[in-house]
């Protein structure tokens, strides 16, 4: 028995009915480019999330551009964006034209909180961009009232965190604007690139929309110049019978991650953390090893496949060693660099496949 790391192939299986006939249903209505099926898909997202709007466009880096723009946030400003994470967060705050501000992130949740965000904060700070990494939502209270308290936007990338709650309330529409990826991996995804913002902020929304095709709102009338990231017809109608599933899907990656937790108990891998005001979606299990690198290798015999999020930390990346950084600025994400492991996560994993990888993990040394 091999344990890959994700199966899609698995999960279309399981709703090629109706994927199949929505596809079918866009290509006879020839609704490619936005249309009925974008706004149907929108319309349910917004709801399921408790937001006022959501705006569909082409993947999550270009959401975060778009919404960084939308809320004005542009060249001469800093952005706070934590050093673990993926490199789209901090790619679209160049994108924008703005500065990137590196943060450390927490010992415990791996995620950028207000302590780490305080000492970054300079006259220029115009936004901070918290990551609900691997599915697990940061520490938002803190980091909205200290935005409050210095007049910060909030931009949060929901990318990871699908359906994720933070005292009760969805992520994604706690900030001023929330950014989702629909990559095909992702806990809600596309069979292709697509990605939203999601907002409360009437203006914003109205912002996004015209940001996303070209600065109009009606064919001809530019008002600004924007860019071309649309929401696909095909993409946002496989979205919509795939929402239908995400609940299901989530609850059945929690299951899988309690299974994890139970069966690694006193194994020598650092579990996620689980806060009790949170829900964790799991978009990805991460552990913590001293001997990863071993750890992983033993696991790979076995025929249980892992990854690594993320192998070098933001700010040691060739792309920014103009920051004149090096890893004792980040100590915590240095050390995530060096010792977490992503073991196999998603809803159609078996029992039998946990206890083979918790076997494995128990044999290792
Ligand atoms: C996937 C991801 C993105 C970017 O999304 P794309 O749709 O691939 O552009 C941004 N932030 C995080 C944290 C991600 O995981």
């Known amino acids: 028995m091999t344990v890959p790391f994700a199966d899609l192939k698995q999960q279309y299986e399981s709703i090629k009915d109706g994927v199949d006939a929505a596809i079918r249903a866009v290509i006879s209505e020839t609704a490619f480019v936005g249309g009925r099926h974008v706004e149907e898909f929108e319309e349910a997202f917004a709801d399921y999330l408790g937001a006022k709007h959501c705006v569909g466009c082409g993947n999550g880096t270009d959401a975060l551009e778009i919404a960084l723009r939308c809320c004005g946030v542009g060249e001469g400003d800093e952005v706070i964006v934590p050093a673990n994470t993926f490199v789209a967060t901090s790619e679209a705050v160049s994108a924008a034209g703005a500065t990137v501000v590196f943060a450390d992130v927490d010992p415990i949740s791996y995620t950028m909180d207000a302590s780490n965000i305080r000492p970054k904060l300079t006259a220029r700070t115009k936004a901070v961009i918290p990551v609900h990494l691997y599915g697990l939502p940061a520490e938002m209270d803190d980091i909205l009232a200290l935005a409050r308290e210095h007049s910060l936007i909030v931009i949060e990338d929901a990318a990871q965190a699908h359906g994720a709650t933070y005292k009760g309330r969805r992520v994604g529409a706690l900030g001023h604007a929330g950014c989702f990826s629909f990559y095909p991996g ?3 995804g596309a069979y292709g690139d697509a990605g939203a913002v999601v907002t409360n902020d009437d203006e914003v929304a109205k912002r996004a929309r015209m940001m996303s095709n070209h600065g109009r709102m009606s064919k001809y009338d530019h008002e600004f110049e924007g860019m071309n990231s649309r929401l696909d ?3 946002a109608a496989i979205l919509k019978v795939k929402l239908g599933h995400l609940d299901e899907w989530t609850d059945a990656r929690r299951e899988k991650a309690d299974l994890y937790h139970e069966m690694l108990k006193g194994q020598a891998v650092t579990l996620p953390f689980r806060p009790e005001h949170s829900t964790h979606v799991y978009h990805l299990f ?6 990863r690198d071993g750890l992983r290798e033993h696991l790979r015999r076995n025929g249980i496949s892992t ?3 993320y192998p070098i930390a933001l700010p040691m990346l060739q792309a920014y060693r103009y920051l004149g950084h090096d890893a004792t600025h980040f100590p915590v994400s240095s050390e995530a660099a060096n010792t977490v492991l992503s073991l196999p996560m998603f809803p ?5 496949q946990i206890e083979r990888v918790a076997k494995a993990i128990g044999g290792f040394e």
Do not use: D, P
Request: net charge positive.
């Open 186 to 188: 992702k806990n809600l």
């Open 233 to 235: 017809g095909i993409q």
């Open 286 to 291: 991460v552990v913590r090893s001293r001997n």
């Open 307 to 309: 990854g690594i999020h």
């Open 348 to 352: 159609e994993l078996t029992v039998e």
